[in-house]
């Protein structure tokens, strides 16, 4: 064989095109490997009855049927069509339903951010801020509504963030994912905020002589974006619910994932933070519009742990092009040629992992065992641990607290953590007989249980690792 006819033959392999593909695939068969963490949040099961209710009933609800603390108080839920979507899941396939849909969505995500920047950026460090981006949002990949809204989230920024560097219109074909955004999260807000380091960068670039033509596209497609995510059952509704939940003020101390970053313990989180200052410290510099933008992020990831996922996503869209710039990168003119035998190749990997992932027992246990043993269905009024809510509500029982934060508020949620762990304990008696409470279900290691056992009217009827249930013997006062 000649040596033209080999060269023919042996073409290059397409890594440009391939990646995305791989990407995506590797992230779904490693994410479904781990199927159970993506459950470990007690939100997971009240978004899927939710969804049940939702389905059940052919509405949305607009007052709380769910716990008896609160029943009957005005309540959206704002991400209503995660709900739903997950109750299909679930009712198809179970828990392993709810998994390979989230597992899907997140490995779309993350294949639509690899794609983004290898428009701009060779596969090695493209690859390194991906690599980053998924150790960012590991601590957050959970199967909630959240990460139903990822691929949105990455094509919506992308979308703005080639507006910006290739310094052209609005992008008015993207409006529609705001819509649907708006009813799968709460966050949708973010996205019209999103907007405005668009608008800011073009003003800055443009001359004086264009600034009125600018400024009336960017005014124009910001109007069109608020009236999309408007597009809900509950009208402008989920657009305010960040600021009911940025309203509950201290008590987001008291939630576990509302808290500030911990850098009492070396992880993950700050190791990325100091590479990032390394490399800022090398000479990187960036356009200042992308540094407010970088500011904001971190800030939100600072202030908020759960707001580290933002930062994972949508940091690598700013920087990818100042970045290219500043390494001084060649397009990659690698044909696509095999792109579709590698994408057939990893949509089979995919088809085979969700098979498995499907026939794979999944049981989730958390206090399922303290509720059945301890007969908690007819028990009555049931005082219960934020984090057992979600499970109450599966199990079709009014929760006392649950992680709605929005529907009880600040003054409620801290009320309960105060209880709870004894810092007022007169008025933790006082809860005990103004809701009526008949049962307990609390964690072990809450300061609670070993009063309980202690009071003369109660009685631990119930306690594994997981729950301790306590049942009042006499009957409550009216």
């Given amino acids: 064989m000649s040596d033209q006819t080999i060269r023919s033959v042996a073409k290059p392999f397409p890594s440009r095109a391939a990646l995305p593909w791989l990407t995506g695939a590797g992230i779904y068969v490693l994410v479904l490997a781990v199927g159970p963490r993506l459950l470990n949040d007690p939100d997971c099961f009240s978004h899927v009855a939710i969804g049940r209710w939702i389905i059940a009933h052919a509405t949305v609800p607009v007052t709380d049927p769910f716990s008896f603390s609160m029943h009957g108080a005005h309540w959206i839920a704002f991400e209503w069509l995660s709900e739903v979507i997950y109750a299909g899941a679930f009712t198809a396939a179970g828990w392993p339903g709810v998994v390979v849909v989230a597992t899907a969505a997140i490995a779309l995500a993350f294949a639509l951010l690899t794609r983004f920047l290898l428009r701009e950026l060779a596969p090695a460090p493209a690859l390194l801020m991906v690599l980053a981006a998924l150790t960012l949002f590991e601590p957050h990949m959970l199967a909630r ?114 808290r500030p970053q911990d850098f009492g313990h070396f992880g993950t989180f700050e190791l990325l933070l100091l590479l990032g200052i390394f490399g800022l410290s090398r000479g990187m510099k960036l356009p200042p519009v992308r540094v407010l933008v970088l500011l904001g992020l971190l800030h939100f990831a600072l202030a908020q742990a759960r707001n580290a996922d933002l930062l994972a996503m949508l940091a690598p869209l700013y920087l990818a092009a100042p970045l290219a710039r500043q390494l001084k990168a060649e397009p990659n003119g690698e044909a696509a040629a095999g792109r579709r035998g590698i994408g057939l190749a990893a949509t089979v990997v995919m088809a085979v992992a969700t098979v498995l992932a499907l026939v ?49 508020g600040g003054e409620f949620i801290s009320r309960v953590y105060r209880d709870l762990n004894l810092v007022d304990l007169p008025d933790f008696l006082k809860l005990l007989d103004q809701y009526k409470i008949r049962a307990t279900l609390l964690a072990p290691g809450t300061p609670a249980v070993k009063l309980l056992d202690r009071l003369p009217d109660w009685q631990r009827v119930y306690s594994d690792g997981v729950a301790v249930v306590h049942k009042r013997r006499a009957p409550a006062p009216q």
Wanted: charged share 15%; net charge neutral.
């Fill in 145 to 258: 509504p959240h990460a139903l809204t990822l691929p949105i989230m990455v094509t919506w920024t992308a979308a703005l963030v080639r507006a910006m560097d290739e310094r052209r219109g609005p992008p008015y074909w993207a409006l529609p994912l705001l819509t649907l955004w708006a009813n799968l999260h709460g966050s949708v807000a973010l996205a019209i905020g999103l907007i405005g380091p668009a608008v800011l960068e073009a003003l800055l670039r443009d001359d004086k002589r264009g600034l009125p033509h600018v400024l009336r596209q960017w005014i124009v497609f910001s109007v069109l974006a608020a009236l999309a995510a408007c597009l809900t059952p509950y009208g402008p509704g989920p657009l305010l619910v960040p600021l009911t939940t940025l309203g509950l003020g201290n008590a987001l101390n008291t939630i576990v994932e509302w």
């Fill in 360 to 408: 794979r027992p999944l049981y989730m246990e958390g206090p399922r065992t303290a509720i059945a043993a301890a007969d908690l269905r007819d028990a009555g009024p049931v005082l219960n641990d934020y984090q057992f809510g979600g499970y109450l509500i599966f199990a079709g029982i009014p929760s006392f607290i649950d992680g709605r934060g929005e529907l009880y």
